[in-house]
C-alpha cells in the first residue's frame, strides 16, 4: 500500500497530538508536518516539503483555514485539504466544498471515519458523510442565486403585480412588510428600464418574464 | 392725583369760568345799557320840564310885558326889594328878598309909563316840576338857584323850605358855568344818583334844572340780575358736576376695570374674564386689545407649558414680526428639541456600548467555548481512543464526550454564532432556524434576501438583527401558540427589512408586558436607528423592522 503523507495545520497542540497518536495505529499514513496556523502551513508548502493531504482547521490564528484554501487553489498546488473543524453549519461546508475542500470534517468525528476520509481523499475522491453532505445541501437550497435579471423574489413580485395584486396584499402573501414590496417594484422598474405598472407588464409579457 | 378728581377740577372751573366770564360781561353790558337809558330818560324828562319852565317863563313875560297894567303891588311884609333891582328890567329871581324866602320869581320892566313888576304863580312850575311819571320811587326835578339853594320842593324833605337845602353839588357847579351834563354824581343828600343837569336862563333869571333818580333805585333789577346770575351759575355749576362725574363714570369705570384686569395679569393669571359694558367704540376697542393680548399671553403661556411638560412638537406662531416673548420661546423651544436630541443620542450611544459591550462578551465567551473548551474535548476523544482498552468503555466514554461536545457547540451558537462574522446574519439566520427547526414541530420558513457579496450590513446591525429574531422565536414559541413562523430578512440599497409573522393567539400591544422581550426588541430597533411597526390580531401577529442601510 502507498504511503500517505499528512500535513496536520492546528492551533491546538493537543488536538494535533491526539490526531498524531491516533494515526500512528495505521502504518501507511505518515505525518510529515504539524503546523499551528495557515502561515506556518504554506511556508512549509512552499519550501517544497511534499504531502499528499493536509487536515486543516478554519478557525487558527495569522491565517485562518479559508484564506489558506484560496491560497492552494491559486498555486494549483497537489496537496489535497481535508478541512477538519468544529463548526457543523451547512454553510462552513458549503463555503469549503465551493473552496475546493476535498473532504469536510467535524472535529469529534470517530477514527475510523477519519481514516475512510484520509483514504477516500488520497484515491483522488471527495468525502463528505451523509451528515455533513444533508447539511451543506439544506443550506444551499435556501439560496436564491439566480442568474437571471431579476431576482427570484423579485420574479415572484412581478407575477403578483401582474395578477392585479395590491402592494399590501403582495406584502402579505409574501409575509413583508409594504415597503418591501414597493422596493421590491422599484427595483424591477429600475431594472427592466420602465415608468409605471402598465409599461413594466408589457416589457415583462415581451421578454417572457410571465 | 387721580384722573376723576383731575377731570372734575379742570371741566368745572373751565364751565365756571366761563360762566362768571359771561354773567360779568352780561351784567356790565346790562348795566351800560341801563346806564345809558336810565340817562336818556332823565335827560328827555329834564329837557321837556326844562322847555315847559322857560315857556311858561316867556309867555307869562309876554302877557306881563303887553299888559297896560302899572302896579307894584308887592306885599312889603313878604318882600323886600331893593331899588337897584327894581330899575333892572327882565325876569328875576326874587327869593333871596323873600322874608320867608320863599321861592319866587318876578318880572321887572320900566317903561315911560312906569314901572311894572310882578311875581309868577311859581305853584305853576312846580307842578311841572312834580310831573314825575317814570321816575319811580326817588326820580325828581328840581330847581337850584345861582346861590346853590333850591328852588324847588324837595321829594324828599317837603317839609323843608328849599331854600334851607343847600345844593353845592358837581352837577349845579358844572351847570352854573354853563356846561350842561349827565351822569352819576352825588345829590344833595349825598347819595348817588343818576343826574341830569342844564342850566336855565332867561333874562336875568339863572336856575340849574336838575332831574335825578337814585342810583339805587335803578340798579335795584341789576341786583336782582345779580343774585339770578349767581344762581344761574351755581345751578349750572351743579349740572356741571353731575355731567361731569356721569362723563367720569364712564371713562373711569372701564379704566379701573382694565386697570384691576391688567393687575390680575401682572401676577400671571391670564384666565380671569374680561368684562365691560359697551360704552364707546374707543374703549371697546381698547378692551378688544385687551383680551387679544390677554389671548396671545394665554397663547404663549400654554406653549411654554407644553415646552415644560417636554411636548416639543407644540408649534407656536408668533404674533408679529415684534413678539419678542414668542421669539424667544420658540428658541427655548429649539434649544430644548437640539437637547433632547443631544440626550437621546447620548443614551442611545450609552445603550449601544452597553449592548456592544455585552455582545463582545458574548463573543469572547463563544469563542472561548468553541475554539479552546471544544478542542481540547476533541483532544480526550482522541485521546480516549487511543488509550482506553475496553471497547464497550471506549464507546460510552466517546458518546459521551461527543455529547458534551454538542452541547458546548449548541451552547456557544446561543451566545454567538460564529458564521455571523464569518458569513454574515443572512446565513446565520438559516442555521439557527434549520437547527430550531430540526427540535420543535411548529413550522418556521425563513427567506433570506440579503446580499450574498458585498452586503452592507454592519456587525452591529447583524447582532442585533439576530437578536431580534432570537427574541421574536421565543416570544412566540413561548407565548404565541403559533403553528406557522415566517420571516423575511430582505436588503436594498437603502434600508434593511425584517418581517416577522406568526399565526398564534396574539397579544394587545398596550398591555403587554414591558418585562418580555418586545422592550429588548424595540431597544435595539432604538439603538441601530430603526423603526420598528407592531400588529397584532389573533391568527396574524408581523412585526416590520426597518434599519437604515449605514454607509460607514
Known amino acids: 500500500m502507498n504511503e500517505i503523507k499528512l500535513i496536520i495545520a492546528d492551533d491546538h497542540d493537543l488536538f494535533r497530538n491526539g490526531i498524531a497518536e491516533l494515526l500512528k495505529k495505521h502504518g501507511e499514513i505518515k505525518i510529515v508536518e504539524s503546523v499551528a496556523d495557515g502561515f506556518e502551513f504554506l511556508k512549509v508548502i512552499k519550501e517544497g516539503v511534499e504531502a499528499d493531504i493536509v487536515l486543516l482547521d478554519l478557525t487558527m490564528p495569522k491565517m485562518d483555514g479559508f484564506e489558506v484554501l484560496k491560497e492552494l487553489k491559486n498555486f494549483e498546488a497537489k496537496i489535497k485539504p481535508i478541512v477538519i473543524s468544529m463548526h457543523s453549519a451547512g454553510n462552513y461546508i458549503a463555503k469549503c466544498a465551493k473552496m475546493g475542500a476535498y473532504g469536510y470534517l467535524l472535529k469529534n468525528t470517530d477514527e475510523s471515519e477519519l481514516i475512510l476520509a484520509i483514504r477516500t481523499v488520497h484515491r483522488g475522491k471527495k468525502y463528505f458523510s451523509a451528515e455533513i453532505s444533508e447539511k ?48 421590491h417594484r422599484n427595483n424591477i422598474l429600475k431594472k427592466l428600464e420602465v415608468k409605471n405598472t402598465a409599461e413594466l407588464i408589457k416589457k415583462a409579457t415581451e421578454i417572457n418574464l410571465i | 392725583m387721580n384722573i376723576k378728581t383731575l377731570i372734575l377740577l379742570i371741566i368745572n372751573s373751565l364751565i365756571v369760568l366761563v360762566i362768571a366770564l359771561l354773567s360779568f360781561l352780561f351784567y356790565k353790558q346790562f348795566s351800560n345799557v341801563l346806564n345809558d337809558r336810565i340817562l336818556m330818560q332823565l335827560n328827555s324828562i329834564e329837557t321837556l320840564e326844562s322847555i315847559q319852565i322857560e315857556n311858561l317863563i316867556k309867555t307869562k313875560w309876554k302877557s306881563f310885558a303887553s299888559s297896560k297894567v302899572y302896579s307894584e303891588n308887592i306885599d312889603s311884609t313878604t318882600f323886600k326889594l331893593p331899588d337897584s333891582i327894581k330899575e333892572i328890567d327882565g325876569i328875576h329871581d326874587f327869593t333871596p328878598y323873600h322874608k320867608h324866602k320863599k321861592a319866587t320869581i318876578g318880572f321887572v320892566l320900566n317903561t315911560r309909563a312906569g314901572r311894572k313888576i310882578r311875581f309868577i304863580d311859581y305853584s305853576d312850575i312846580q307842578n311841572i316840576l312834580l310831573e314825575r311819571t317814570g321816575m319811580g320811587e326817588s326820580g325828581e326835578t328840581y330847581l337850584v338857584g345861582e346861590d346853590f339853594r333850591m328852588r324847588s320842593e324837595s321829594r324828599f324833605f317837603p317839609d323843608k ?33 343818576y343826574s341830569v343837569y342844564s342850566l336855565i336862563q332867561i333874562s336875568n333869571l339863572k336856575l340849574v334844572i336838575l332831574s335825578e333818580i337814585d342810583v339805587s333805585e335803578v340798579t335795584k333789577p341789576l341786583e336782582e340780575l345779580k343774585i339770578r346770575l349767581a344762581k344761574l351759575t351755581f345751578v349750572i355749576f351743579l349740572v356741571a358736576v353731575t355731567l361731569s362725574l356721569f362723563l367720569t363714570r364712564i371713562i373711569i369705570n372701564p379704566i379701573k376695570n382694565m386697570r384691576n384686569s391688567l393687575r390680575v395679569m401682572a401676577k400671571g393669571n391670564y384666565d380671569q374674564t374680561i368684562e365691560y359694558k359697551r360704552s364707546s367704540n374707543e374703549i371697546k376697542e381698547m378692551f378688544d386689545a385687551l383680551s387679544n393680548l390677554k389671548a396671545s399671553l394665554q397663547g404663549a403661556v400654554k406653549f411654554s407649558e407644553a415646552i415644560g411638560n417636554m411636548d416639543l412638537n407644540t408649534n407656536y406662531k408668533p404674533n408679529s414680526a415684534h413678539d419678542v416673548l414668542g421669539k424667544s420661546l420658540l428658541t427655548m423651544r429649539n434649544k430644548l428639541i437640539d437637547f433632547k436630541n443631544q440626550e437621546d443620542n447620548t443614551r442611545t450611544m450609552a445603550k449601544r456600548l452597553l449592548v456592544d459591550g455585552l455582545e463582545n462578551e458574548r463573543r469572547r465567551l463563544a469563542r472561548e467555548l468553541h475554539d479552546g473548551v471544544g478542542p481540547y474535548l476533541t483532544s480526550l476523544k482522541h485521546y480516549i481512543e487511543n488509550n482506553v482498552e475496553n471497547e464497550s468503555k471506549k464507546t460510552e466514554m466517546k458518546k459521551i464526550v461527543d455529547e458534551t461536545i454538542s452541547e458546548v457547540r449548541s451552547m456557544s451558537n446561543a451566545l454567538m454564532p460564529a458564521s455571523i462574522d464569518d458569513f454574515g446574519i443572512g446565513v446565520t439566520l438559516t442555521n439557527y432556524i434549520e437547527n430550531l427547526n430540526r427540535s420543535i414541530s411548529i413550522s418556521i420558513e425563513y427567506e433570506d434576501l440579503t446580499k450574498q457579496e458585498n452586503s452592507n450590513i454592519t456587525d452591529h446591525q447583524a447582532i442585533n438583527l439576530f437578536r431580534i429574531s432570537q427574541e421574536l422565536l421565543n416570544n412566540s414559541l413561548k407565548h404565541s401558540k403559533a403553528k406557522n413562523i415566517r420571516i423575511t430578512l430582505s436588503e436594498f440599497d437603502e434600508f434593511i427589512s425584517l418581517f416577522y409573522f406568526d399565526d398564534g393567539i396574539g397579544f394587545d400591544i398596550s398591555t403587554v408586558r414591558l418585562g418580555s422581550g418586545i422592550t429588548n426588541i424595540k431597544e435595539r430597533v432604538d439603538i441601530c436607528n430603526g423603526k420598528i411597526t407592531i400588529n397584532s390580531l389573533p391568527g396574524n401577529t408581523t412585526f416590520e423592522i426597518e434599519l437604515p442601510v449605514d454607509y460607514e
Do not use: C, H
Open chain 1, 136 to 183: 451543506m445541501i439544506n443550506f444551499m437550497s435556501t439560496q436564491s442565486v439566480s442568474d437571471d435579471v431579476l431576482s427570484k423574489k423579485e420574479t415572484e413580485v412581478l407575477g403578483l403585480i401582474s395578477k392585479g395584486f395590491t402592494t399590501k396584499e403582495i406584502a402579505a402573501k409574501l409575509f413583508v412588510s409594504t415597503r418591501t414590496i414597493e422596493t
Open chain 2, 161 to 193: 323850605k328849599p331854600y334851607e337845602i343847600f345844593v353845592k353839588t358837581q352837577g349845579v357847579i358844572s351847570a352854573l358855568k354853563g356846561v350842561n351834563g349827565r351822569g352819576i354824581l352825588v345829590d344833595y343828600r349825598g347819595i348817588p344818583v
